[in-house]
C-alpha cells in the first residue's frame, strides 16, 4: 500500500481554533493537510498557531507516520481538489454553510466525505445545502479538538461514515455514532444538562461558581475521565451492578431528578456567572488559562496512553 492510500490528502475549510486544531492534528499524524479560509488574517494567526499545536501532539508522544507541513491553500478548490475528507469548520451560520457546502461539492471528488465540525447545528440543517446530502457527515469535535479525542459521527452513508471512522481512529481520535440526528449531539447535550443544574444551584444560592467547578473536578469528573455515566452507576450498585442500584437506589434517583432546576439567565444570574468565574481565575487571562488546561489535557493524556 502506497503512503497516499495509507495517508490520503486532507482539505481543512476554515482556518478558525477548531480548523486549525484540525490541520495540527492531521499533519502531526503523517497527513499531507492543506488548509484554506477566506480571511488572510485567520491564515496568518493559523500559520502562528501551528508550531505551538504540534508541539503539545509531540508532548504526548502519539505519533504516527512523521509530521507533514501543512500546505496553505489560496483558493478552495485547491484545497478540496482530491482530498478524501473535508473537514468543514466555518462559522455556525445555516446560510454561509450551505453556500459553502455547494462550492465544495462543485470541486470535491465524487467519493469524498464532507464532515463537517458543526456544534450547534445539525445534519438536518446542513444537508440542504448539497445536491447529494449522504456526501455530508457531521464530525463534532471537542475543543481543543487536538488535544480531546471524542468526535461525534452523524451521516446516512454507512460506506463514508465507515471510511470516516477509519480515518479518525488513525489520528487517535475516539468516534462515537449517533443514532439519530439530534441538536448537540451526545456530549454538548450531557454538558448541557450539567450546566444548567450548575447554574441553577447559583441561582438559588445552594453554592458560589468555584465550589461547584471545584466540587465537579475533584468528584465525579474526575470518575469521569475514566468511565462513562451509565459505568459509574453500574460499579455503584455493588455486585447486583444496575439492577442492584435500580432496585435500592432508584427511588432516590428520582427524588433528585425531581428537585432538579430550571434557571433564568437574568441579568443578576449573569452578574454572579461573570464574577464567580472571574473570582476562580485569580487574574489569570484566557491565555493562560487555555494554557493550565491544555498542559493538565496532555498530562492526562500521556498518562492513560502510559497505561495502555
Not at 445545502?129 to 457531521?138: D, K, M, V, Y
Not at 439519530?180 to 448541557?192: C, E, F, P, Q, V
Request: proline share 7%.
Amino acid at each position: 500500500m502506497t503512503a497516499e492510500a495509507e495517508h490520503p490528502p486532507i482539505a481543512i475549510v476554515g482556518a478558525g481554533l477548531i480548523g486549525t486544531a484540525w490541520a495540527a492534528l492531521f499533519a502531526h499524524h503523517g497527513f499531507p493537510v492543506r488548509l484554506w479560509d477566506p480571511q488572510a488574517a485567520a491564515m496568518d494567526r493559523a500559520a502562528a498557531a501551528l508550531p505551538r499545536l504540534s508541539a503539545q501532539l509531540s508532548a504526548i508522544a502519539a505519533g504516527q507516520g512523521g509530521p507533514q507541513d501543512v500546505v496553505h491553500c489560496a483558493t478552495l478548490a485547491e484545497a478540496v481538489a482530491g482530498a478524501a475528507l473535508i473537514q468543514e469548520s466555518a462559522p455556525e451560520d445555516v446560510p454561509l454553510k450551505h453556500a459553502l457546502l455547494a462550492e465544495i461539492e462543485a470541486t470535491m471528488a465524487p467519493e469524498a466525505i464532507i464532515a463537517s465540525s458543526t456544534s450547534a447545528l445539525t445534519w438536518s440543517d446542513l444537508g440542504p445545502g448539497l445536491a447529494e446530502p449522504a456526501r455530508l457527515i457531521t464530525a463534532h469535535p471537542f475543543n481543543p479538538p487536538h488535544l480531546v479525542p471524542l468526535v461525534e459521527l452523524y451521516g446516512t452513508d454507512p460506506v463514508r461514515m465507515d471510511r470516516a471512522e477509519a480515518i479518525y481512529r488513525m489520528v487517535g481520535r475516539v468516534p462515537v455514532r449517533l443514532r439519530k440526528d439530534a441538536t448537540g449531539h451526545i456530549a454538548n447535550r450531557l454538558a448541557s444538562a450539567l450546566w444548567r443544574e450548575a447554574v441553577y444551584m447559583v441561582q438559588e444560592g445552594i453554592a458560589d461558581v468555584e465550589a461547584i467547578d471545584t466540587a465537579l473536578a475533584n468528584g465525579p469528573g474526575l470518575r469521569w475521565s475514566v468511565l462513562g455515566a451509565h459505568m459509574a452507576y453500574h460499579l455503584g450498585g455493588g455486585p447486583q451492578g444496575m439492577a442492584g442500584y435500580l432496585d435500592h437506589l432508584g427511588p432516590s434517583q428520582e427524588r433528585r431528578w425531581a428537585s432538579l432546576g430550571t434557571p433564568a439567565l437574568t441579568p443578576e444570574v449573569r452578574a454572579a456567572l461573570i464574577d464567580g468565574v472571574a473570582r476562580e481565575a485569580g487574574g489569570r487571562s484566557i491565555a493562560e488559562l487555555e494554557q493550565d488546561r491544555d498542559a493538565a489535557l496532555i498530562a492526562l493524556l500521556r498518562a492513560r496512553k502510559a497505561d495502555g
